[in-house]
């Protein structure tokens, strides 16, 4: 069997840099994927309700849980006061009750849950409730909690030179405001948890989350509990995009609850309603900047505060607020600049992460900056684009200390973009389009992106894996990434099979498990390939190592004659299949299985003095949008995108161009259709898809081009040199935004200023355009 066309022995299919399918999409297309809730239900399996706050600040003066408690099916009616253990949840500080105690602080609020023999019966039961509130005061806004002083952590300032003097003497100075409005995650798989009591009081939790090592941490802790009685498990979500990371712990810890009240498996799959008010959003930004710049439209200094509305606690919003701050500067080089984060404290839900992580929020604010600046200069925004990237002398610095070490991509990512998508002679077609056109008119915008690969928190970024080659030479790898549509299960596939040089199909990739890979960070910050890959290469190239001293001596060569290669092993003049070495190793009692475990080098980050490099590299892309406005009805449609991004080095193109086409259209739904809308009392009014819309097929890009640029592999030594792709996309649909904005502009031949907040509704684009038609028609 000394050579190649051994029967066995043939070229690897489905290894690293290869478009092959996600490793779910047939099942995901036919049903047959099984989430949270396709799990065959036990019987005497319970199902939960919860009642839920209408007030946003209320003492509870008294319940009467008589009724619900005695109502048909119900096996349990718990409040705050039946929690075991600790009943705060809180993921980074104490804040989060995982049932109301004596206050409620937002509307939305669990307050009361309810296990009952069916979903119907738990929900009438919850509606008997009594909760008797006293009201206290609330604050609600970003911009009342900064009158009011009110936040949930202290203000943080990145400063770099004297801002505020460079901005009083600079030639052109300008200042201004922005709303940046929330977005509701609307996974299609509401959250769910289903808690099954084991022996000794341990529990296993199925749970649709990003973070399975918090849910079960959170778990033991409500439960008074060792962890190590306590399981998580997820297979898949069906969409996570943030906001499955630290909230499922409240629906897992109910559940656990009452799992462990009951005795009974017990299942708590969120109604949409209540999912929506439930849990937490995007955070909602109230921006403040001032800006000096010369007459090229190039900046001297710039003072931003970014104002984040976090809710009733602090969740993750330290980290949200700070990437907000951390992206501000976005693709620009700002010489000097005061950039100050404020975590709002308000009587609303606790908002968390959503793809970007506030990154969008800081980005969005300065595309803002430089779209006036552009404006009020008369010049095409992409001119002052460019005066302003990073990139040359002295020119590659962030304001927080950190270099950008491949400038020069920006504009290069800008250069092609501005020629594949035609992007000069547009502009003058559309100011042609524009003047023929008094109804309809259209706008144009480009906007890149750079976005930094990391947790700003550092210990968060390490990773494991566990890895087993069975006696029949298949592969079963263990990571701790969970899968959201993201593809994370394909890609560790691929990676496992390229190192041990075997077709992709003999490697499984099974449910994410906290008894599998213990103490995992979430699956976050775009960085799930780049930290469990490496973590499953290392824990291959440990049983590849032992294969290899075993066959060495077996086959009396030395260890680095041993290859690996197109579905065999060859060693000395010996050639043998995959599943021959792993027969052999176990006959010869060689361990086939490893832990792999991998910490990013090169990042650190001092907060107290701002400073370090958080990321350990920067992830850009670029885009092109062109918006079609009805002036009278302030509706819109986008004819075109074009995007580009750098997807070097990409572990799986198929699976990146659609992230970055998803990412896109959901940045595109954050800035233009997506409104989240809270009445006087702080009770969220949208709270459903009759009211709260996502981008549909009709909101898509007419004509949608979307490219992965390839052409540099990371500089750093990532797996396989590719680069992350979760996030950084999401935010070239800003360009969506400033194209409605320009086209707004159109109205009035931009010689008006226009103001437009996000989302750019169609509310609020045709109110901006009637501004305008006020403003002309005032002669002013
Ligand atoms: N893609 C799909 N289909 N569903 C999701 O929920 N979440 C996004 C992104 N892409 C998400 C997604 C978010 S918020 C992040 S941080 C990354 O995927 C996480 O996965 P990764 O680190 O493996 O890229
Ligand atoms: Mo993504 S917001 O980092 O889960």
Known sequence: MADG????????????????????????????????????????TLHVAVRLSDRAHARILGMDLAKAKQAPGVHAVLTFDDVPGDGDIGPILPGDPVLAPDVVEYAGQAVVAVAAETLSQARAAARMVEVFYEDLPAV?????????????????????????????????????????????????????????????????????????????????????????????????????????????????????LLANATRRPVKFRMDRDDDMLMTGKRHD???????????????????????????????????????????????????????????????????????????????????????EIARSLGKDPLDVRRANLYGGPGRDVTPYGMPVEEPDILAELLDQIERDSDYRNRRTEIDAFNA????????????????????????????????????????????????????????????????????????????????????????????????????????????????????????????????????????????????????????????????????????????????????????????????LIDTLTGEYRFPRADVLHDCSGTINPAIDLGQVEGAFVQGLGWVTCEELWWDGQGRLRTHAPSTYKIPTSRTIPEDFRVTLYTARPNREDTVFRSKAIGEPPLMLGISAWLALKDAVAAVGGHKYPVHLDAPATPERVLLAVEDIKARMAAGG
Not at 29 to 34: D, E, I, S
Not at 171 to 193: M, N, W
Not at 297 to 313: T, V
Request: glycine share 10%.
């Open 5 to 44: 066309s051994a029967p066995g022995i043939k070229p690897i299919s489905g290894g690293v840099h290869l478009g092959i399918e996600h490793e779910s999409a047939r099942k995901h297309v036919t049903g047959a994927a099984t989430y949270t809730d396709d799990i065959p239900e036990l019987p005497g």
């Open 140 to 256: 609600l806004t970003a911009q009342e909690a900064m009158e009011a002083e009110s936040f949930v952590s202290p203000s943080l300032t990145f400063q770099r030179g004297d801002a505020a003097q460079a901005v009083a003497s600079a030639p052109r100075r300008l200042s201004g405001t922005l709303e940046v409005g929330g977005q509701d995650h609307f996974y299609l798989e509401s959250h769910i948890a289903y808690a099954i009591p084991k022996e000794d009081g341990d529990l296993l939790v199925h749970s649709s989350t990003q973070h399975p090592a918090e849910v079960q941490h959170a778990v033991a802790k409500v439960l008074g509990r060792p962890m190590h009685g306590i399981a998580v498990e997820c297979r898949r979500m069906g969409g996570g995009f943030g906001g499955k990371e630290s909230q499922p712990a409240q629906i897992a810890c109910i559940a656990a």
């Open 285 to 371: 930004f109230h921006v403040r900047y001032d800006v000096g710049f010369d007459e090229d439209g190039r900046i001297q200094g710039m003072e931003m505060d970014l104002a984040g509305r976090c809710g009733m606690s602090l969740d993750l919003s330290n980290g949200v607020v700070d990437r907000a701050m951390f992206h501000a500067d976005n693709a620009y080089y700002l010489p000097a600049a005061r950039i100050t984060g404020h975590r709002c404290k308000t009587h609303t839900v606790s908002n968390t992460a959503f793809r970007g992580f506030g990154g969008p929020q800081g980005v969005i604010a300065v595309e803002e900056v430089v779209d």
């Open 436 to 627: 023929r056109n008094t109804v309809l008119k259209k706008g144009l915008a480009v906007t890149p992106v750079k976005f930094g690969i990391s947790f700003t928190v550092k210990h968060l970024n390490q990773a494991a894996a566990l890895v087993h080659v069975y006696t029949d030479g298949s592969v079963q790898v263990n990571h701790g990434g969970t899968e959201m549509g993201q593809g994370i299960h394909t890609k560790m596939a691929q990676i496992a099979a390229q190192e041990f040089q075997i077709d992709v199909d003999r490697v499984k990739v099974t449910a994410s498990a906290t008894d599998k890979v213990p103490n995992a960070p979430p699956t976050a910050a775009s960085a799930g390939t780049d930290l469990n890959g490496q973590a499953v290469r290392l824990a291959v190239r440990t049983i590849k190592g032992r294969l290899a001293d075993f066959l060495a001596e077996h086959c009396h060569t030395t260890p680095d004659k041993v290859e690996f290669r197109d579905n065999a092993v060859f060693a000395g003049n010996h050639a043998m299949t995959f599943p021959e070495v792993a027969k052999l190793a176990y006959l010869n009692r060689v361990s086939l299985s490893s832990t792999g475990h991998y910490a990013t080098p090169r990042i650190w980050w001092d907060r107290e003095k701002c400073e370090g490099r958080p990321f350990f590299y920067f992830s850009c892309g670029v885009a092109v949008t062109e918006a």
